[in-house]
């Protein structure tokens, strides 16, 4: 049985000593329907990837109190050499994706693309640029984080059939 999102959110303490302990490991305990990938695999929704930065370098916990994202900023603030080196390990083997997302993003910046609402939900918060095929550079799909990791599933799953 796992922990409702709610009671760790909210500061609550976990229901059972089971759960208790997970949760001061930094972990979280979620059933099956929450841990199932894009195709419906239980591959903790990774499309079956593995997550290679935690292999490269493992992170400490997160004060409770503070974001992830702001955790996040600060520990890359603190670990330049490690970030840089992830980056540039990671341009250096996706070299196209890399010069299509430097092609939109200084396509933004002289005003030769705008940026437009979630194609699929019509916000204008954070919306990222999504390429389908990343040899059509300016071609992109305007999608809010939510539709544009569920965009990549849906992808994962095309190419998985």
Same mark, same amino acid.
């Given at each position: 049985?796992?922990?409702?999102?709610?009671?760790?959110? &909210?500061?609550?303490? =976990?229901?059972? =000593?089971?759960?208790?302990?997970?949760?001061?490991?930094?972990?979280?305990?979620?059933? %099956?329907?929450?841990?199932?990938? $894009?195709?419906?695999?239980?591959?903790?929704?990774? @499309?079956?990837? $593995? !997550?290679?930065?935690? %292999?490269?370098?493992? *992170? $400490?916990?997160? =004060?409770?109190?503070?974001?992830?994202?702001?955790?996040?900023?600060?520990?890359?603030?603190?670990? =330049?050499?490690? !970030?840089?080196?992830? !980056?540039?390990?990671?341009?250096?083997? !996706?070299?196209?994706?890399?010069?299509?997302?430097? %092609?939109?993003?200084?396509?933004?910046?002289? @005003?030769?693309?705008?940026?437009?609402?979630?194609?699929?939900? @019509?916000?204008?918060?954070?919306?990222?640029?999504?390429?389908?095929?990343?040899?059509?550079?300016? /071609?992109?799909?305007? *999608?809010?984080?939510?539709? &544009?990791? /569920?965009?990549?599933?849906?992808?994962?799953?095309? %190419?998985?059939?």
């Amino acid at each position: 049985m796992g922990v409702h999102r709610a009671e760790v959110a &909210h500061g609550r303490q =976990p229901s059972t =000593p089971a759960v208790a302990a997970s949760v001061t490991q930094n972990t979280i305990s979620i059933g %099956a329907a929450e841990r199932a990938g $894009p195709c419906g695999a239980e591959d903790g929704g990774t @499309g079956g990837a $593995p !997550n290679a930065t935690a %292999a490269v370098h493992p *992170l $400490p916990a997160r =004060p409770r109190h503070q974001s992830r994202a702001a955790w996040f900023k600060r520990w890359r603030a603190e670990n =330049p050499e490690l !970030n840089r080196a992830k !980056n540039e390990k990671w341009k250096a083997a !996706n070299r196209e994706k890399y010069l299509a997302h430097k %092609a939109v993003e200084y396509a933004v910046r002289i @005003g030769r693309l705008q940026k437009r609402p979630c194609e699929r939900c @019509g916000t204008n918060t954070q919306v990222h640029a999504h390429h389908d095929d990343y040899s059509r550079r300016l /071609d992109v799909r305007w *999608l809010c984080p939510i539709h &544009h990791r /569920d965009r990549h599933r849906e992808m994962a799953c095309e %190419a998985a059939s």
